[in-house]
């Protein structure tokens, strides 16, 4: 005969010409009853015969079972609550041999039948299952369960956990079973699956890798990739129902089709997580789920440990229809750790979900067996395609997190608030009490606000992101998990309303600055009469050019959309940073920055976080943009070329200063006077006169005469009669022709309106008791519609002063020379700037009869230019890439470099828009406050 199949041998002969006797029976040529599966030669032998005594005969089961035990069962599980009949042939044999020899595969057998009709205690199966484990918890001592875990009996299946200790969540009482979690990056969780196939044959063991996902053919390295530490990631793929068939199944009509990679039946599994460092197995809680989403507190619930991936066998749910085949699937695997305080974790726990399919129900669709199914009907038909996911959910208590960023939030707010108020204060100061509550102070104060509200927004954001990457990638063992979705909560409000604030900061600034008054002083002096009829008579003096107060507007111009760094050079170091080097890695979920995760990344898609992006691009463009910042500064503007010098230097050439009035009683002053007595002069003169002040064979440049210091820029603090004249002779005539010019238009535009078809049009027309006449009208008409298209292509569509503005210019300029000549004599008002002066504190202007100049060596008339906006932007362009980086990771297959690539990219268009607003508002003011023809600006 052969050998007990315990023993892995056979003898004699081929082990496939045995035939196979169960536990019970007896062979007519031996006279012991087999305690253990046994396989005999094809003989005359056969497994029938005399039951021993005490024993029946069990047709169904093919056994000798214990009289007693076997009428104990038919009383307690009779015959018609077993619903299938793979229950009514094994059920009786398996429970007996369990109870009677604690066979081990038997008790095994039993113990996946119940696993398999998913732990229901009111089923058969279960029921006897638990009366043995209650019989055997009963005889044994707390002190002997395995590992001190309660329901754990030795050398019986281990099913389900007491309830008690779901409340240390999934803990052990004794305080040395808390796990140590030494991390080793990248750091793999180590689990070991233990295997049984349905009828109690324990399959070895092996470490989990992609075994969840075996169903589908998906990439193993990225099933793999959700055991490294910390990742949390989500892979789904879509499996035919129709491969749990059996083979000879009348649900499939045409079985060729169907593949055979399950037709050996379920196999049942424990997960054990190993310790990395005492290399210690602990049973992983299964938390069950039957047709139900995941989710919910494991606290109450009641937790197992044995599982299966599909079931095609048994056919039963907890609920069976008597004859009823269903085949079940488990769809959903969640592995759950959570973070203790004290760097070790709690026990990880696994989340199921399984779905039922009924036979007869599959029996009515060919889709399996079509080979032209769609991936859409694939994913369109979840009967016949249930999707299966596997994820792993890593989270900690970030308790730490929430106190961190509301405590930054109400210490940069309470900063922000308090610059808010004392700006304020300057402001309405500065205003010297004239209309404190007007238009102006109200779009001040909402500036401020965006302003002051922005940067505390960004200041909270970027200590916070580079908290979590310092200490996230400095950990060497687990003291931080980062924030999940439900914790970034804060974050995602934050992020777009910085960007959307500080976008209307950049929006009101360009407006105000766009907006100022401005004026360019000709101090050229006329060469004299002309003289006519050979000198007899004198008709006038002579012109001064113009040219010079255009081609210094059109410096200027150039000077207000200048910034000091270059946008498309810092962006393009930034992005080689980040993408070319690699530095984008850094912002991975992996806890450690000292490896190179390149390939290790693309292998297995490991996941990016958007705080740790938000560091990292923060800091990458930050450190980019302050390098260029420092270079431009303390050398390039030093040594070789500084734009602001530079144009102050054309303004003393061309003869000409510049009146910047930012606000009413404010503003700067560019002293522009030459020192020759004429400017527009010839080449040789020109020449003659730079040569004469390389020699300092003149006077030195400045409002003060020959002041060593050569000051030329100042801050001007004006009175209110100065104002009101400023007003009086250029600003209230400018808006009277403005008014007129709108009334000239709506005039052309009402003539145009009252018949359009002016080609068609007879007899005249009375307009204000005044017969205007076809002619005129036709006339008008012309004259509308040219306007309109030259008002279409621009909005402020004056092309050039009006005559009556040139007196309006040349009143304003000789009363400006006047009043800066008057200064330049009583030099009382011309002071050094005290402390509170370069703190932006301004003196007491009530207590100040007329006009000071501060002598400003630091040249601060740049904050009223694109120059001096430079953090703002800074602080602008990193909301902006994190706000579209952030939005463009959500889209499928846009990989961490390209969205990278595509945010940089809407930085650059951002920055383009803003520069083309500002370009235009700057075109129109330099023309419209300065009287200049903008066509030559």
Known sequence: MCEMEQTGQVFPGDRTKCLVCHSGTRFESLNEPIRNEIRLLSTEDTCKGTCASGETWVELSKACLDSSLYAQLQSAFPLERLSTQYLKEN????????????????????????????????????????????????????????????????????????????????????????????????????????????????????????????????????????????????????????????????????????KHRFDEGAVFYSLFYMDSSTKILYPVHVQNSINNALGGSVDNAQLYTRFYLFENTIGTTREPVLDQKYVKLATSFQLVFQLRSSENIYIPYLRMQYTTRQWNELRLTNRADSLNTTTADIDNDATHYPAITWETYYFANQLLYHILFFVFFVIFLVIGVGLTILESCIFLKKKRGHGALDIEFSLKLIFFVVKNLSNAIFAVLFFQCLFWFWFFKNQRSALLLLPLDVDLIPYYICLPLGFILKLLQILIQTHVQTRLDLFFIDWEKTRGKIIENEGRSATGNVPISIWRTIYVARAWKKLSLKRQVSLEITLLFTLFFITGIGLIDLSSTFPNWNIKFGSLLDTLNIGYHPLLRYAIFSMVYVLTWGLFFVFKKYFWFRFIHNPITQFIDFCSVANISVLLLTERYFGYYIHGESVHQYSDTNMKEFNQNLYMEKEDAVLRRGLVADSPAQEQVFQIFLTEQFRNMYQQKLLIPLHEERAKAKN??????????????????????????????????????????????????????????VESLYDAYTDLNEYLKGFFNKMRIDQQNIREMQLTNRLGIPPNLKKEPSSILYIDHKNSFTKSLLWDMETTFVVFNIFAFALFDLIFMQIPYIASIQSAFLAVFIVYLLNAALFLIRKYMSHWNTANKTLLDQRFL
């Open 91 to 258: 059920f009786y044999r398996v429970s007996i041999q369990c109870q009677l020899y604690q066979d081990e595969q038997a008790c095994n057998h039993l113990a996946n039948m119940c696993v398999a009709q998913d732990y229901e205690t009111s089923l058969p199966t279960c029921a006897k299952f638990k009366q043995l484990h209650d019989s055997l918890i009963a005889a044994t001592s707390s002190s002997n369960f395995e590992h001190s875990i309660t329901n754990w009996v030795p050398s019986f299946p281990f099913l389900w956990f007491s309830r008690t200790d779901n409340g240390n969540l999934l803990g052990y009482n004794a305080p040395g079973d808390e796990v140590n979690f030494n991390i080793q990056i990248p750091s793999f969780m180590t689990f070991k699956l233990f295997k049984y196939s349905l009828n109690g044959t324990y399959l070895g063991n092996e470490t989990l890798t992609s075994q969840f996902m075996s169903l589908c053919e998906v990439n193993s390295n990225h099933a793999t990739q959700a055991l490294y530490f910390g990742q949390n990631s989500k892979i789904e793929c879509h499996f035919n129902i129709y491969e749990l068939f059996p083979k000879d199944s009348p649900a499939l009509n045409s079985p060729t089709f169907r």
């Open 744 to 801: 000239r238009y709506n005039l052309l535009s009402k003539t145009a309106k009252v018949d359009n078809t002016a080609d068609n049009a007879s007899g005249p027309l009375q307009e204000g008791g005044i017969t205007v006449g076809f002619d005129e009208r036709r006339k008008r008409k012309t004259q509308f519609e040219q306007i309109r298209l030259w008002k279409f292509l621009n909005p402020n569509w004056q092309r050039a002063p």
